[in-house]
């Protein structure tokens, strides 16, 4: 067995047995990590703080063939801001739902990672609502399957476009248009997004297409995994539409 | 141990297993159709603690502070798992609030994130009713469970408790 160190994000845990639990963990040099953490579950444990899901963390672990075991960990942040309030929560977790599909045990993604920290600590402090559909449009760049809005994903046509067929890998003209009917904002916030100017996007307050390129964003990335995303399915409408 | 002795007690577990049923009113473990604490005519039913697993009524009950009546969810909200608003008995909690003349809920869910979020969620859904929501305040170590606190960290915990965030 060796021993190796790297930073994690925590993307979820199980229990396992009396007082240990299984955690989950995203890191930038050993991709997806499974390792048991012991006595975590007591309350007077230490370690158990630092090892729920969205802290970062440093971590010690030991190698081992099924599961590593975590030895030694530090928080680097866990924004409380994100656990006190759901509509930052909801958007953080299905962060993590999303990072723990496309993640891949022992296969390094540095690029992912800081993007996801990245992400993490801007939903703690940013009023924007387009903190996770920036996440998803650049998630599904860093995949390499980066959604066509420069001009019409069929063919190839100008402005204006007025649809997106996740299915199409894009936006779509007036003649070509299928799937959802975009707003012309919605098509500029995606574009804006996609080249580059997220931070600008976020910094400008509501936009009146906010919530058209969320759910566009959470689409593309359902369609990518090939699965509906649970955490927007079960909470994003907590509240509103009830039970 | 004597082998008489030993198939006695494994008598004695068979029996108590068979008899152990889940309460129909709050999920709590019990040997009938009541559990103790629901069949118990003293305790106050406008004020109901929403724990996340039997083990918690214990831990809570320890403390002697609390004199109301319980909800068990069975579990906590964790999406990532599969663990939605139908996997845990949340619509079992909004059929009781009526009939039972509930005015208080208690959220006494696990401090950590999955307990949080739970928390979050149903005082969102039971704040627009007119329900007066609380939670157990902090003072629990993050990230541990109910079931291993202490009653005295869990009994000020209790009465501490403040509005729920939503
Ligand atoms: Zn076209
Ligand atoms: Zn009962």
Same mark, same amino acid.
């Given at each position: 067995m060796t021993l190796y160190r790297d930073e994690g994000v925590v993307l979820r845990t199980v229990r396992l047995g009396e007082a240990d639990r299984i955690v989950t963990l995203a890191t930038p040099g050993h991709g997806k990590v499974r390792a048991v953490a012991k006595g975590v579950r007591r309350t007077k444990s230490r370690i158990g703080a630092r090892l729920e899901p969205l802290s970062h963390v440093t971590m010690l672990c030991w190698h081992g063939r099924e599961l590593d075991v975590v030895t030694q960990s530090e928080v680097l942040g866990s924004p409380k801001s994100l656990r006190g309030d759901l509509d930052r929560l909801v958007p953080a977790m299905t962060m993590l739902e999303i990072v723990d599909q496309v993640a891949v045990e022992r296969q390094p993604m540095p690029e992912l990672f800081a993007m996801l920290v990245g992400a993490l600590r801007t939903l703690a402090t940013s009023e924007s609502r387009l903190v996770l559909a920036g996440f998803c449009w650049k998630l599904l760049s860093v995949e390499g399957v980066a959604p066509v809005?420069?001009?019409?994903?069929?063919?190839?046509?100008?402005?204006?476009?007025?649809?997106f067929d996740p299915g199409e890998g894009g936006m779509l003209c007036r003649a070509c248009r299928r799937g959802q009917a975009v707003a012309a904002e919605t098509v500029d916030l995606v574009r804006r997004i996609v080249g580059g100017d997220l931070r600008r996007v976020l910094e400008e307050g509501p936009h009146d297409a906010d919530s058209e390129v969320e759910r566009l964003a959470l689409l593309a990335v359902e369609r990518h995994?090939?699965?509906?995303?649970?955490?927007?399915?079960?909470?994003?409408?907590?509240?509103?539409?009830?039970? | 141990m004597t082998k008489e002795d030993a198939v006695r007690l494994a008598r004695a577990i068979v029996e108590v297993k068979e008899r152990t049923v889940l309460c129909s009113v709050c999920f709590n473990i019990g040997m009938g159709e009541r559990c103790a604490i629901c069949a118990d005519e003293r305790r106050d039913g406008?004020?109901?603690?929403?724990?996340?697993?039997?083990?918690?009524?214990?831990a809570v009950e320890r403390t002697r502070e609390f004199r109301g009546r319980y909800h068990v969810l069975g579990g906590a909200l964790s999406p990532i798992d599969g663990i939605g *608003? %139908?996997?845990?008995?949340?619509?079992? +909690?909004?059929?009781?609030?009526? *009939? %039972?003349?509930?005015?208080?809920?208690? +959220?006494?869910?696990?401090?950590?994130? %999955?307990?949080e979020a739970t928390a979050m969620y149903l005082a969102r859904l039971l704040k627009p009713l007119g329900l007066h929501v609380t939670r157990i305040a902090s003072g629990l170590p993050v990230g541990g469970d109910l079931e291993y606190a202490d009653e005295l960290t869990l009994g000020r915990a209790l009465e501490g408790r403040r509005e729920a965030a939503t």
């Open positions: 809005v420069a001009a019409c994903a069929r063919c190839g046509g100008p402005d204006p476009l007025v649809a995994l090939e699965r509906r995303l649970r955490t927007t399915r079960h909470l994003l409408e907590a509240g509103t539409a009830g039970v | 406008s004020v109901v603690c929403v724990v996340e697993d039997p083990r918690d009524i214990v *608003p %139908e996997q845990i008995r949340v619509r079992e +909690l909004l059929a009781r609030l009526e *009939p %039972e003349h509930v005015a208080e809920v208690i +959220l006494c869910t696990n401090p950590n994130l %999955e307990g």
